[in-house]
């Protein structure tokens, strides 16, 4: 990739102006032609490959992916499949047509590694042909420069060290004098490679009480314990082959899995940029000083040099005082017999809320066995870490999760409860320890110890993280040495092996390095010589409160700027009434000290400034009218702090809602007053909201209308998804430089080109809210929801001037971020601002043979500056084996992280080649997993088409997201929606993004105390999670969907009247209003159940979904039919349709 082409996608070059897609490593772009570097290195398989296109069968559907008949813009019933009718004689499905983009490959892993690390493994057959249009570039395809992502969503905790691996003569990279000097371990098999396996946190779901050092419970007080269900394995009876079986399915609640959602990706720059001590535009945060190895959060004095310094380990952040009891179980990390065995300790439990089904999923399974794999009983050590594997080998039965499932056959797939992250094959003392998947989550649990192996296997391998995830407990050390590897910078954590009492070795790169003299003390247990038992080595999510060394300046005081349109569009909006009547609520929940300060900005077609200092009667308005060199009048007291000058902020707060009533400016110099606002923040850094209502028109910046409604439904591809100008992009690369993050609300009835707008946020770090028709008369439930937003979003933890790297053990690599963040470095993601409600994701590629190691890690470390003005260094690891086998790659798989990760792709896809080709490349990452599975696992070929149980929902979340807003075709889809839909995939947390892909369906009319929760006193009943089909729907019932950011309670024609007069208030079905969006708080037992559930379902995600109550004439409907994904509509073909497409194209 040429140096424009790189600078265009961080903004800084003269390349194409957005690539908005993933990007790669630019050291891998620097192999010469015909020079390979490992010898068992393959291209990675990359399912947004183009691939040969099949036509259609005639008469089936027109050309185009998945458009049989003319677009609609409202649900027309017609006749409902019961089952799954198959008309004899009827062809099957074929494969929509496939647009051809210029074919990409998978960008490659950076840092060449000098040679093999051992004999090349035996020859893998090549994987078997199938179409080619998957995600994964199939391995005998050349290595191009693969399409760009272009931001990374911002990590949630603090960044910390992250520094490429090493890549040498592997050996165990121990320094010749440290081997010479200690004699070899007691046994081989004890420390084999190193890497300790990975092990499960143990999680708190209703009623599970976390243990003390890492139970991650949600915030807020913890309810009594709930009685938890015992484990089940959902097995549906296997009907003989015909018409799928009928009825209503089985209740199921689909569990979204848990980690951050990913956004677009940014490809890392050349380490040439100013990176460890450097600095960018002169003020670059704290983030990293300078010191080897150009990491970030690498300080002078390497662990076991600094000086002693007190110890000090609080156990939960902000939430517990004192002490706290020791962690989980420990184990016996390595073989030194002076030390007793690894510590037992039973730890208080604390209660934690129960969750949403959708949240449970990653919590649930570490309180059962684990479901793909039977787990050996009394999990064996780290020492005995590589026979325990061979022993765990899944070729000797098959298990649950690779049990065959004849998709066409089994109608009920959707499980009774949520879909939990599968536990990985680890022994069972690690399990208890590895990261929380909420926080950290693979695609594949099982790691495949060869390129080749993964390419075959043709499902993608990728991190997705929420890492500043609110955590009610959080273990926090404070320590003047941070123990790190001297050679990768690692930081200590639970898969290190001890060698004795002294030494340790990393589980990333193997070097051996000394224990520090401070680390022999345990601060929990307050003894000498067991520095196994400290927190760090007990916790795979840990927070340290960093040293000096960790600063290159003071830490940046929280600063907050609020930039606010106040043009006669977004008067008439009536925006700016609530949003200064929230501020002014929560004014004293702001997250700060002593040093916070806080400006305001508004705009029209001039730029409107507001001195606040300390000492004047009331606030000053200055007006700057000369918008193209725009200039601060009075730098000085625009800024003002909180503390001494809030009286004159409130009194503004008051006024300006009046100030601009009987304005008729209508033009909006957004740009100007971005540039304005970066000026005033750039000295110190901050968080930049700004409140925007119509596309802006005048001065830098301004833009024009690009949507034409007519094509919204008609067009194949939908064109401009990509930004119009890069004003905005260039000028966010600016903000990040300085520590600035610009948050945008879009609150507008207008297209106002958020493709465009949005690039400020990606870009910086930012988030992005929409409010389409925000109206604050005709739109009551669009403002409940900015209410409640913007009362998060103003008292929600914050982290500034934050940097985060993720590191991998040595033989795997990093090539593509998804998210919002600027990429200063190969590695080092940019975070000016990072804040708990966001997540990304990372795709992974394996440079050389993992064939001498069992398990591999990953760790993420977020450096930032906490809104106290405490360096804090928050550092998640994760541990999984590495297999050999594509049968236990295929058990190990998370269908829901998988499907996130596509998503993410898709995106990026739809922005950098097409949105057809995006269409394409999903489909075709189903065909080609399932085909893998057909060929290489499946022992007895059978009729029909057959998942392993782990992927049996691969097809209908596929099938999810060609009909989400983001991608769908054939339906009218304002092009705004669209690509706030985009966003919303790209940095949603997992947990959150799966809801808006596959939403839940209750039946509410009959809601039971049978099975309910009691949170805080309260009951909420668990109705069954139903199949998004108008089968299962009733007119004699009401029914609510859950779709992530909305809601819909739809009520039936002949619903009873009782539940109409109970819950409602109104006599009769004619009486329910038309634009009802609140429930009226009734003294009934019906009333109570409804409102608690929709309560607590609202309670279990950070943002504030709006409710809306729909009848069968209601303008809604056509919305909440869209949300039937198993139904067929005029566009898009049916669940059932689209699994025999599917076996059509694998059966070629």
Same mark, same amino acid.
């Given at each position: 990739?040429?140096?424009?082409?790189?600078?265009?996608?961080?903004?800084?070059?003269?390349?194409?102006?957005?690539?908005?897609?993933?990007?790669?490593?630019?050291?891998?772009?620097?192999?010469?032609?015909?020079?390979?570097?490992?010898?068992?290195?393959?291209?990675?398989?990359?399912?947004?490959?183009?691939?040969?296109?099949?036509?259609?069968?005639?008469?089936?559907?027109?050309?185009?992916?998945?458009?049989?008949?003319?677009?609609?813009?409202?649900?027309?019933?017609?006749?409902?499949?019961?089952?799954?009718?198959?008309?004899?004689?009827?062809?099957?499905?074929?494969?929509?047509?496939?647009? &051809? +983009? *210029? @074919?990409?490959?998978? =960008?490659?892993?950076?840092? %060449?590694? #000098?040679? $093999?690390?051992? /004999? !090349?493994?035996?020859?893998?057959?090549?994987?078997?042909?199938?179409?080619?249009?998957?995600?994964?570039?199939?391995?005998?395809?050349?290595?191009?420069?693969?399409?760009?992502?272009?931001?990374?969503?911002?990590?949630?905790?603090?960044?910390?060290?992250?520094?490429?691996?090493?890549?040498?003569?592997?050996?165990?990279?121990?320094?010749?004098?440290?081997?010479?000097?200690?004699?070899?371990?007691?046994?081989?098999?004890?420390?084999?490679?190193?890497?300790?396996?990975?092990?499960?946190?143990?999680?708190?779901?209703?009623?599970?009480?976390?243990?003390?050092?890492?139970?991650?419970?949600?915030?807020?007080?913890?309810?009594?314990?709930?009685?938890?269900?015992?484990?089940?394995?959902?097995?549906?009876?296997?009907?003989?082959? &015909? +018409? *799928? @079986?009928?009825?209503? =399915?089985?209740?199921?609640? %689909?569990? #979204?899995? $848990?980690?951050? /959602? !990913?956004?677009?990706?940014?490809?890392?720059?050349?380490?040439?940029?100013?990176?460890?001590?450097?600095?960018?535009?002169?003020?670059?945060?704290?983030?990293?000083?300078?010191?080897?190895?150009?990491?970030?959060?690498?300080?002078?004095?390497?662990?076991?040099?600094?000086?002693?310094?007190?110890?000090?380990?609080?156990?939960?952040?902000?939430?517990?005082?004192?002490?706290?009891?020791?962690?989980?179980?420990?184990?016996?990390?390595?073989?030194?017999?002076?030390?007793?065995?690894?510590?037992?300790?039973?730890?208080?439990?604390?209660?934690?809320?129960?969750?949403?089904?959708?949240?449970?999923?990653?919590?649930?399974?570490?309180?059962?066995?684990?479901?793909?794999?039977?787990?050996?009983?009394?999990?064996?050590?780290?020492?005995?870490?590589? @026979?325990?594997?061979?022993?765990?080998?899944?070729?000797?039965?098959?298990?649950?999760?690779?049990?065959?499932?004849?998709?066409?056959?089994?109608?009920?797939?959707?499980?009774?409860?949520?879909?939990?992250?599968?536990?990985?094959?680890?022994?069972?003392?690690?399990?208890?320890?590895?990261?929380?998947?909420?926080?950290?989550?693979?695609?594949?649990?099982?790691?495949?110890?060869?390129?080749?192996?993964?390419?075959?296997?043709?499902?993608?391998?990728?991190?997705?993280?929420?890492?500043?995830?609110?955590?009610?407990?959080?273990?926090?050390?404070?320590?003047?040495?941070?123990?790190?590897?001297?050679?990768?910078?690692?930081?200590?954590?639970?898969?290190?092996?001890?060698?004795?009492?002294?030494?340790?070795?990393?589980?990333?790169?193997?070097?051996?390095?000394?224990?520090?003299?401070?680390?022999?003390?345990?601060?929990?247990?307050?003894?000498?010589?067991?520095?196994?038992?400290?927190?760090?080595?007990?916790?795979?999510?840990?927070?340290?409160?960093?040293?000096?060394?960790?600063?290159?300046?003071?830490?940046?005081?929280?600063?907050?700027?609020?930039?606010?349109?106040?043009?006669?569009?977004?008067?008439?909006?009536?925006?700016?009434?609530?949003?200064?009547?929230?501020?002014?609520?929560?004014?004293?929940?702001?997250?700060?000290?002593?040093?916070?300060?806080?400006?305001?900005?508004?705009?029209?077609?001039?730029?409107?400034?507001?001195?606040?200092?300390?000492?004047?009667?009331?606030?000053?308005?200055?007006?700057?009218?000369?918008?193209?060199?725009?200039?601060?009048?009075?730098?000085?007291?625009?800024?003002?702090?909180?503390?001494?000058?809030?009286?004159?902020?409130?009194?503004?707060?008051?006024?300006?809602?009046?100030?601009?009533?009987?304005?008729?400016?209508?033009?909006?110099?957004?740009?100007?007053?971005?540039?304005?606002?970066?000026?005033?923040?750039?000295?110190?850094?901050?968080?930049?909201?700004?409140?925007?209502?119509?596309?802006?028109?005048?001065?830098?910046?301004?833009?024009?209308?690009?949507?034409?409604?007519?094509?919204?439904?008609?067009?194949?591809?939908?064109?401009?998804?990509?930004?119009?100008?890069?004003?905005?992009?260039?000028?966010?690369?600016?903000?990040?430089?300085?520590?600035?993050?610009?948050?945008?609300?879009?609150?507008?009835?207008?297209?106002?080109?958020?493709?465009?707008?949005?690039?400020?946020?990606?870009?910086?770090?930012?988030?992005?809210?929409?409010?389409?028709?925000?109206?604050?008369?005709?739109?009551?439930?669009?403002?409940?929801?900015?209410?409640?937003?913007?009362?998060?979003?103003?008292?929600?933890?914050?982290?500034?001037?934050?940097?985060?790297?993720?590191?991998?053990?040595?033989?795997?690599?990093?090539?593509?971020?998804?998210?919002?963040?600027?990429?200063?470095?190969?590695?080092?993601?940019?975070?000016?601002?990072?804040?708990?409600?966001?997540?990304?994701?990372?795709?992974?590629?394996?440079?050389?043979?993992?064939?001498?190691?069992?398990?591999?890690?990953?760790?993420?470390?977020?450096?930032?500056?906490?809104?106290?003005?405490?360096?804090?260094?928050?550092?998640?690891?994760?541990?999984?084996?590495?297999?050999?086998?594509?049968?236990?790659?295929?058990?190990?798989?998370?269908?829901?992280?998988?499907?996130?990760?596509?998503?993410?792709?898709?995106?990026?896809?739809?922005?950098?080649?097409?949105?057809?080709?995006?269409?394409?490349?999903?489909?075709?990452?189903?065909?080609?997993?399932?085909?893998?599975?057909?060929?290489?696992?499946?022992?007895?070929?059978?009729?029909?088409?057959?998942?392993?149980?782990?992927?049996?929902?691969?097809?209908?979340?596929?099938?999810?997201?060609?009909?989400?807003?983001?991608?769908?075709?054939?339906?009218?889809?304002?092009?705004?929606?669209?690509?706030?839909?985009?966003?919303?995939?790209?940095?949603?947390?997992?947990?959150?993004?799966?809801?808006?892909?596959?939403?839940?369906?209750?039946?509410?009319?009959?809601?039971?105390?049978?099975?309910?929760?009691?949170?805080?006193?309260?009951?909420?009943?668990?109705?069954?999670?139903?199949?998004?089909?108008?089968?299962?729907?009733?007119?004699?019932?009401?029914?609510?969907?859950?779709?992530?950011?909305?809601?819909?309670?739809?009520?039936?024609?002949?619903?009873?009247?009782?539940?109409?007069?109970?819950?409602?208030?109104?006599?009769?079905?004619?009486?329910?209003?038309?634009?009802?969006?609140?429930?009226?708080?009734?003294?009934?037992?019906?009333?109570?159940?409804?409102?608690?559930?929709?309560?607590?379902?609202?309670?279990?995600?950070?943002?504030?979904?709006?409710?809306?109550?729909?009848?069968?004439?209601?303008?809604?409907?056509?919305?909440?039919?869209?949300?039937?994904?198993?139904?067929?509509?005029?566009?898009?073909?049916?669940?059932?349709?689209?699994?025999?497409?599917?076996?059509?194209?694998?059966?070629?």
């Amino acid at each position: 990739m040429s140096t424009a082409g790189f600078n265009s996608q961080n903004g800084t070059g003269t390349g194409q102006a957005y690539a908005n897609g993933p990007s790669q490593n630019p050291v891998a772009l620097q192999q010469l032609p015909g020079v390979s570097y490992g010898m068992t290195h393959q291209p990675a398989y990359n399912p947004m490959q183009p691939k040969a296109t099949t036509s259609p069968a005639p008469g089936l559907y027109p050309s185009g992916p998945y458009q049989p008949v003319p677009p609609v813009n409202s649900y027309q019933p017609g006749p409902q499949l019961s089952s799954y009718p198959s008309s004899p004689g009827q062809p099957l499905l074929s494969r929509p047509l496939m647009g &051809g +983009p *210029p @074919p990409h490959t998978p =960008p490659q892993s950076a840092s %060449p590694s #000098p040679g $093999p690390r051992l /004999p !090349p493994a035996q020859a893998t057959p090549p994987p078997p042909a199938v179409s080619t249009t998957s995600y994964y570039p199939s391995p005998q395809q050349p290595m191009a420069p693969a399409w760009q992502y272009n931001t990374a969503t911002p990590p949630m905790g603090p960044a910390t060290s992250m520094s490429t691996h090493p890549r040498g003569p592997v050996a165990n990279h121990m320094n010749p004098a440290a081997s010479l000097a200690a004699p070899p371990p007691p046994s081989s098999a004890a420390y084999r490679s190193a890497p300790t396996p990975h092990s499960t946190t143990q999680l708190s779901g209703p009623g599970i009480p976390p243990t003390s050092m890492h139970g991650y419970t949600q915030p807020g007080t913890a309810p009594p314990p709930m009685n938890l269900m015992a484990p089940q394995t959902y097995q549906p009876s296997r009907p003989a082959y &015909g +018409p *799928p @079986p009928t009825g209503p =399915p089985p209740a199921m609640k %689909p569990t #979204p899995p $848990p980690t951050g /959602p !990913p956004m677009a990706n940014a490809t890392p720059p050349p380490k040439t940029d100013a990176q460890c001590g450097g600095v960018v535009n002169n003020t670059l945060s704290p983030t990293e000083p300078n010191c080897q190895e150009g990491d970030i959060e690498c300080p002078g004095a390497v662990a076991g040099n600094g000086p002693e310094a007190s110890n000090s380990y609080n156990h939960v952040d902000n939430k517990m005082a004192g002490l706290t009891q020791p962690g989980p179980p420990g184990r016996h990390l390595g073989h030194y017999p002076s030390l007793p065995p690894g510590y037992q300790n039973t730890s208080a439990s604390h209660t934690t809320p129960p969750m949403h089904p959708a949240m449970q999923a990653a919590t649930q399974p570490f309180t059962q066995a684990p479901q793909p794999y039977q787990q050996l009983p009394g999990g064996p050590g780290a020492a005995q870490l590589s @026979p325990s594997l061979a022993a765990m080998s899944l070729q000797s039965s098959t298990p649950e999760a690779l049990r065959a499932v004849n998709l066409l056959q089994e109608r009920n797939l959707l499980p009774p409860t949520p879909v939990p992250a599968p536990t990985p094959c680890l022994p069972q003392d690690l399990q208890k320890i590895n990261c929380n998947p909420e926080v950290f989550r693979c695609t594949l649990t099982s790691i495949p110890q060869t390129q080749s192996l993964l390419n075959k296997a043709k499902m993608p391998l990728g991190l997705l993280l929420h890492p500043f995830k609110d955590l009610s407990q959080l273990p926090v050390v404070t320590s003047s040495t941070i123990v790190r590897c001297r050679s990768c910078r690692t930081y200590i954590n639970p898969f290190v092996s001890f060698l004795d009492q002294r030494r340790w070795k990393c589980n990333l790169c193997y070097r051996v390095n000394d224990v520090p003299e401070e680390f022999m003390y345990n601060p929990v247990s307050r003894s000498y010589g067991e520095p196994h038992k400290r927190p760090e080595v007990q916790n795979a999510t840990i927070e340290f409160i960093a040293p000096s060394e960790y600063m290159l300046r003071p830490p940046q005081p929280a600063v907050y700027l609020f930039v606010l349109d106040v043009s006669h569009n977004a008067v008439e909006t009536g925006y700016l009434n609530v949003f200064c009547q929230s501020l002014l609520d929560n004014i004293n929940a702001l997250p700060g000290d002593s040093r916070t300060k806080i400006g305001f900005i508004t705009f029209d077609s001039t730029i409107h400034f507001y001195n606040l200092q300390e000492g004047l009667s009331q606030p000053q308005m200055l007006i700057v009218s000369d918008i193209e060199d725009i200039f601060l009048p009075t730098p000085d007291s625009l800024l003002v702090n909180l503390n001494e000058c809030k009286e004159l902020v409130q009194d503004l707060l008051k006024s300006l809602p009046n100030l601009f009533q009987k304005t008729m400016e209508t033009q909006s110099a957004l740009g100007s007053a971005l540039q304005a606002a970066f000026k005033l923040l750039s000295p110190t850094g901050g968080r930049m909201s700004v409140f925007q209502t119509q596309l802006p028109n005048l001065g830098v910046g301004a833009l024009q209308s690009r949507e034409d409604p007519n094509q919204r439904a008609s067009a194949k591809d939908i064109q401009h998804l990509s930004p119009a100008t890069d004003f905005y992009k260039k000028l966010a690369l600016d903000c990040s430089g300085q520590q600035v993050a610009v948050d945008l609300f879009l609150l507008s009835a207008q297209y106002c080109d958020l493709a465009s707008l949005g690039c400020i946020s990606r870009f910086s770090a930012g988030s992005v809210y929409y409010y389409p028709s925000y109206h604050h008369q005709h739109n009551p439930a669009q403002v409940e929801r900015f209410q409640k937003d913007l009362k998060r979003y103003i008292t929600r933890k914050i982290g500034f001037e934050a940097v985060m790297r993720i590191r991998c053990t040595k033989g795997m690599s990093i090539h593509t971020f998804h998210g919002n963040f600027f990429v200063r470095s190969t590695d080092l993601l940019s975070l000016p601002n990072v804040n708990p409600d966001a997540g990304f994701a990372v795709q992974m590629s394996i440079e050389e043979n993992l064939d001498d190691m069992q398990v591999v890690s990953f760790q993420a470390a977020l450096l930032y500056t906490s809104s106290k003005g405490e360096r804090r260094i928050r550092v998640h690891t994760l541990c999984l084996p590495v297999v050999n086998s594509l049968s236990d790659i295929f058990a190990g798989a998370d269908v829901q992280a998988i499907t996130g990760l596509l998503a993410c792709m898709a995106v990026d896809r739809s922005v950098t080649a097409s949105l057809s080709d995006a269409r394409d490349a999903m489909t075709n990452a189903a065909i080609d997993s399932l085909t893998s599975y057909r060929q290489s696992v499946l022992t007895i070929q059978q009729p029909g088409l057959l998942a392993p149980a782990c992927l049996r929902l691969f097809p209908l979340y596929i099938l999810a997201l060609l009909k989400q807003k983001a991608f769908r075709t054939g339906t009218s889809t304002r092009l705004d929606d669209r690509v706030s839909a985009m966003y919303q995939l790209k940095y949603q947390p997992l947990t959150y993004s799966m809801l808006m892909i596959h939403p839940a369906l209750y039946r509410v009319d009959d809601l039971s105390d049978e099975g309910a929760l009691n949170v805080n006193e309260r009951t909420i009943p668990q109705p069954k999670v139903l199949q998004l089909s108008v089968e299962k729907l009733s007119r004699e019932g009401a029914f609510l969907m859950d779709a992530g950011i909305v809601m819909y309670l739809w009520i039936g024609r002949n619903c009873h009247p009782n539940f109409l007069t109970q819950v409602l208030g109104v006599p009769n079905y004619a009486a329910v209003p038309e634009n009802l969006y609140l429930l009226p708080e009734l003294d009934t037992a019906e009333s109570q159940r409804t409102r608690a559930l929709i309560g607590w379902l609202r309670d279990q995600r950070p943002f504030f979904p709006s409710l809306h109550i729909i009848r069968d004439e209601s303008q809604l409907k056509p919305h909440f039919m869209q949300n039937m994904i198993e139904d067929r509509t005029e566009s898009a073909l049916s669940y059932y349709e689209f699994l025999l497409h599917l076996q059509q194209q694998i059966s070629k």
